[in-house]
């Protein structure tokens, strides 16, 4: 059967592809739902899942959005972040995430080939997490009003009944997990702005987390809570649980799980890489008893191989979290103030 003809002129997106015509008509069908396939033309998803009759089962709903540059890089791009932050923002709370929204604010002149990769990249996302991009938009701004795409996606799961994960159910004697190694997305969008002339071997670690979750959540009843640490990296989502909770969280330096390269950049530029962003790292609380079934649970799927007891809850001290150093000192880890690096999902 011969393939349809594209209907797109010229190979950028232009005001007229913003403006409620044709042209608009042209570009939603022919870049968007003919690869996201929504079931209908609507305005709206109309939305059905068994999951829901059981009784204690609940909605979760998360949105956020994604501004990286540079919008492609080792190991992903901005399409593929928007699927798998939304995805992990789902799962670390307990839920099945199921369906995704997606809006893009598109700059004139953006390259209507670069959108078709992010688009195929995102439904291959969908598509390995197990949801679907079921609705949503397309704006087109004048050039220099946006920096060549956004996009902004939220998402809708099911919390299973008897699921409670929350950072204030964590006691003294937990020990924290983080499912493999930590840094390398910040450390990658650093090299590949090019700014410094810096060059590594490295990959964003962006994935989607949620087949990791549902398998640690089925290995241990007991499961405290968990969080995706993104913007901020390992130490401000420590800090966060550990405040929310009312403990303090000691870390073992000794312990952490940091490839070689985003050491030594952090090194050479003065980062700390407990403050680099992950898009595809969490960290989560279990009693102590359960450790041994929580990392063989991670490390059980390919997104947590690198599965590591990093340190554990204690007695709330001075200060949320601090950090026992490989010479035997101890430091304070604290939150960070503003950002190493902006703009990095």
């Given at each position: 059967?011969?393939?349809?003809?594209?209907?797109?002129r010229g190979d950028r997106v232009t005001l007229a592809h913003g403006g409620g015509g044709r042209?608009?008509?042209?570009?939603?069908?022919?870049?968007?739902?003919?690869?996201?396939k929504p079931d209908s033309g609507e305005d709206q998803a109309r939305l059905m899942t068994s999951a829901l009759q059981v009784p204690g089962a609940r909605l979760a709903?998360?949105?956020?959005?994604?501004?990286?540059?540079?919008?492609?890089?080792?190991?992903?791009?901005?399409?593929k972040i928007a699927v798998c932050g939304t995805v992990n923002d789902l799962a670390v709370g307990g839920a099945v995430p199921l369906w995704l929204s997606a809006s893009f604010i598109i700059e004139e002149g953006c390259e209507i080939a670069l959108l078709r990769r992010l688009v195929a990249s995102m439904a291959r996302e969908a598509e390995a997490a197990g949801v679907r991009i079921v609705t949503g938009d397309t704006k087109v701004v004048e050039k220099g009003s946006c920096d060549t795409v956004f996009i902004t996606t939220s998402g809708v799961g099911v919390i299973p009944p008897g699921c409670d994960l929350h950072a204030e159910n964590?006691?003294?004697?937990?020990?924290?997990?983080?499912n493999g190694v930590l840094g390398d997305h910040g450390a990658t969008i650093l090299a590949a702005r090019g700014d410094l002339a810096l060059s590594?071997?490295?990959?964003s670690d962006c994935r989607a987390l949620g087949h990791l979750m549902q398998a640690v959540a089925g290995a241990c009843p007991s499961l405290r809570?968990?969080?995706?640490?993104?913007?901020?990296?390992?130490?401000?989502?420590?800090?966060e649980m550990a405040e929310a909770a009312g403990v303090s969280v000691e870390l073992d330096e000794a312990a952490l799980p940091l490839r070689p390269e985003v050491k030594g950049m952090c090194e050479i530029l003065g980062l700390d890489p407990l403050y680099l962003a992950?898009?595809?790292?969490?960290?989560?609380?279990?009693?102590?008893?359960?450790?041994?079934?929580?990392?063989?649970?991670?490390?059980?799927?390919?997104?947590?191989?690198?599965?590591?007891?990093?340190?554990?809850?204690?007695?709330?001290?001075?200060?949320?979290?601090?950090?026992?150093?490989?010479?035997?000192?101890?430091?304070?880890?604290?939150?960070?103030?503003?950002?190493?690096?902006?703009?990095?999902?």
């Open positions: 059967m011969a393939s349809k003809p594209c209907r797109l042209a608009m008509r042209d570009l939603i069908e022919e870049v968007f739902t003919a690869v996201f709903f998360t949105t956020d959005s994604y501004v990286v540059t540079p919008v492609e890089f080792p190991g992903g791009d901005i399409g964590i006691r003294p004697g937990d020990v924290a997990i983080v590594a071997p490295l990959e809570a968990a969080r995706d640490a993104t913007r901020g990296g390992l130490a401000s989502a420590l800090n992950n898009e595809g790292a969490l960290v989560l609380f279990v009693p102590e008893e359960e450790a041994e079934a929580a990392l063989a649970a991670m490390r059980s799927d390919t997104a947590g191989q690198g599965a590591a007891v990093v340190g554990r809850a204690v007695d709330k001290g001075a200060v949320p979290v601090t950090m026992r150093s490989a010479f035997g000192g101890t430091r304070i880890v604290d939150m960070l103030v503003g950002e190493q690096l902006p703009r990095i999902c």
